[in-house]
């Protein structure tokens, strides 16, 4: 620590830096078009903040990655401390999470649950199901092994314990991540026997309340997709999801493909979400141009200034809900995932994007100073990744060490301290809907 910031202070004394100029973005339109910043005129620079990003783009260009294709905005309250190409779309990789995020909260609440229905087509007799079984998808995107185990015990309450006929998946359903409802089906058709549990299933089983039955329902057919569910089904039990907020944490802590798809399909699709949050975050459009909900592939772009815009329109939504960012993103120093290895400042609260030639970093960083530092950084080039986390990393450790460590932590980047994945398996979001 003491090398780097002994690095800073002879970069800040140095008579003649040879840096790269920051490239400042035309403020009219954002001042015109984003009314919670109608107060900005003209950005406000940190020099400080403004020498350390220098430095980050001259280490970068030492590295073969020109200034030309990095983007970094930092800004507390209404400031703009750094722009550089901050209005400029860039590819986002995952970042695109974050608007994915931010619709999902406004179009379901964070205490929302996702449904999935359990219905037979047949009468129950002696335990046994003279039909098939029906799995009515709700976009349930963290339905796991435990939540499996959970469901095959509610359908014993239910009287279910054996099915003549198929297993039969329609709607939106998705098993460990794999949305293919055929191989969906199939790990549910294990998970309800314990003949045909494997390892994995067995050590989820192990995670859960001591003492849970194991499950016992031995489905006999195949397993079937179908668009529409049949006219006529007895419902067996609805299985609700964990609530949204939890659900978005998990998303987040491990930048889940499968969950944040399946949440932007739900809303509407990329389009929309593209669409919701430039609004939501009042952004310009063509700041965000999204082509999914995950941040696959080069064609999701997203500007640093609106990415970091988009935090703040989270942070502002969860405030007024008791809430706060650090309920829906990773926290480093508490949370794993995607945050393994890094050396960003402790307490600071990120989201992470990785593809081959993309590195980003987006998220807010408390501060004794300045207060909430919201940021954004794009590194795009070929090479080693590894390269650009710890140039991200020496970035904020530098500004940290000027604007020092808040103490105690501000309440609002604190989390609430849900159950989060305690929540796994639940029983309590089972409900039985017929006497067994």
């Given at each position: 620590?003491?090398?780097i910031?002994?690095?800073?202070?002879?970069?800040?004394?140095?008579?003649?830096p040879?840096?790269?100029?920051?490239?400042?973005?035309?403020?009219?339109?954002?001042?015109?078009?984003?009314?919670w910043?109608?107060?900005?005129?003209?950005?406000?620079?940190?020099?400080?903040?403004?020498a350390?990003?220098?430095?980050?783009l001259?280490a970068?260009?030492?590295l073969g990655?020109?200034a030309?294709?990095?983007?970094?905005w930092?800004q507390?309250?209404?400031?703009?401390l750094?722009?550089h190409q901050g209005?400029?779309?860039l590819?986002a990789?995952?970042?695109?999470?974050m608007?994915?995020?931010l619709?999902?909260?406004?179009?379901?609440?964070?205490?929302?649950?996702?449904?999935?229905l359990?219905?037979?087509?047949?009468?129950?007799?002696?335990?046994?199901?003279?039909?098939?079984?029906?799995?009515?998808?709700?976009?349930?995107?963290?339905?796991?092994?435990e939540?499996?185990i959970?469901?095959g015990n509610?359908?014993?309450q239910?009287?279910?314990?054996q099915?003549t006929g198929?297993?039969?998946?329609?709607?939106?359903?998705?098993?460990?991540?794999?949305?293919?409802?055929?191989?969906?089906?199939?790990?549910?058709?294990?998970?309800?026997?314990?003949?045909?549990w494997?390892?994995e299933?067995?050590?989820?089983?192990?995670?859960?309340?001591?003492?849970?039955?194991?499950?016992?329902?031995i489905?006999?057919?195949?397993?079937?997709?179908?668009?529409?569910?049949?006219?006529?089904?007895?419902p067996?039990?609805r299985?609700?999801s964990m609530?949204?907020?939890?659900?978005?944490?998990?998303m987040?802590?491990?930048?889940?493909?499968?969950m944040?798809?399946?949440?932007a399909?739900?809303?509407?699709?990329?389009?929309?979400?593209?669409?919701?949050?430039a609004?939501?975050?009042?952004?310009?459009?063509a700041?965000?141009?999204?082509?999914?909900?995950s941040?696959?592939g080069m064609?999701?772009?997203?500007?640093p200034?609106?990415?970091?815009?988009?935090?703040?329109?989270?942070q502002?939504?969860?405030?007024?809900?008791?809430?706060?960012?650090?309920?829906?993103?990773?926290i480093?120093?508490?949370?794993?995932?995607?945050?393994?290895?890094?050396?960003?400042?402790p307490?600071?609260?990120?989201?992470?994007?990785?593809?081959?030639?993309?590195?980003?970093?987006?998220?807010?960083m408390?501060?004794r100073?300045?207060?909430?530092?919201?940021?954004?950084?794009?590194?795009?080039g070929a090479?080693?990744?590894?390269?650009f986390?710890?140039?991200?990393?020496m970035?904020?450790?530098r500004l940290?060490?000027v604007?020092?460590?808040?103490?105690?932590?501000?309440?609002?980047?604190?989390?609430s301290?849900?159950?989060?994945?305690?929540?796994?398996?639940?029983?309590?979001?089972?409900?039985?809907?017929?006497q067994?």
């Amino acid at each position: 620590m003491l090398d780097i910031f002994a690095g800073l202070l002879s970069f800040f004394l140095s008579p003649t830096p040879r840096v790269e100029a920051l490239h400042s973005a035309d403020w009219s339109p954002w001042v015109k078009d984003a009314t919670w910043v109608q107060s900005i005129v003209a950005p406000s620079p940190d020099p400080l903040a403004e020498a350390a990003v220098e430095q980050h783009l001259n280490a970068l260009k030492g590295l073969g990655h020109p200034a030309t294709k990095q983007g970094v905005w930092m800004q507390t309250g209404s400031q703009v401390l750094v722009d550089h190409q901050g209005s400029l779309p860039l590819s986002a990789a995952s970042l695109t999470k974050m608007a994915t995020t931010l619709v999902a909260l406004h179009q379901w609440g964070p205490n929302h649950q996702f449904e999935t229905l359990i219905s037979a087509t047949g009468p129950i007799e002696a335990g046994v199901v003279q039909g098939d079984l029906i799995v009515q998808g709700g976009s349930d995107p963290f339905f796991v092994w435990e939540e499996a185990i959970a469901l095959g015990n509610a359908l014993n309450q239910a009287g279910v314990r054996q099915v003549t006929g198929n297993l039969i998946i329609t709607g939106s359903f998705a098993m460990n991540f794999e949305p293919d409802p055929i191989q969906a089906g199939t790990f549910l058709k294990q998970a309800l026997n314990p003949g045909l549990w494997s390892a994995e299933i067995a050590t989820a089983y192990q995670q859960l309340t001591p003492n849970l039955p194991r499950p016992q329902v031995i489905i006999n057919g195949t397993v079937q997709a179908v668009p529409l569910a049949p006219a006529s089904t007895t419902p067996l039990v609805r299985h609700l999801s964990m609530p949204l907020v939890d659900l978005l944490k998990a998303m987040n802590i491990y930048s889940n493909n499968v969950m944040a798809q399946m949440l932007a399909d739900a809303a509407g699709g990329a389009a929309v979400v593209a669409q919701r949050s430039a609004a939501l975050s009042q952004m310009p459009a063509a700041e965000i141009q999204l082509i999914n909900g995950s941040g696959l592939g080069m064609g999701n772009r997203i500007s640093p200034r609106a990415a970091a815009a988009i935090l703040i329109a989270t942070q502002r939504y969860l405030q007024a809900r008791d809430l706060s960012i650090a309920d829906v993103y990773p926290i480093i120093g508490q949370d794993g995932g995607t945050l393994q290895w890094r050396e960003t400042p402790p307490a600071t609260i990120v989201k992470t994007g990785t593809l081959d030639e993309v590195s980003a970093l987006a998220g807010v960083m408390p501060t004794r100073d300045r207060g909430l530092v919201w940021f954004t950084i794009v590194n795009l080039g070929a090479g080693e990744l590894g390269d650009f986390h710890r140039q991200q990393d020496m970035l904020l450790q530098r500004l940290q060490q000027v604007w020092g460590t808040p103490n105690p932590l501000p309440p609002s980047v604190q989390s609430s301290n849900r159950e989060g994945f305690k929540r796994l398996g639940a029983t309590n979001r089972n409900q039985v809907l017929v006497q067994g």
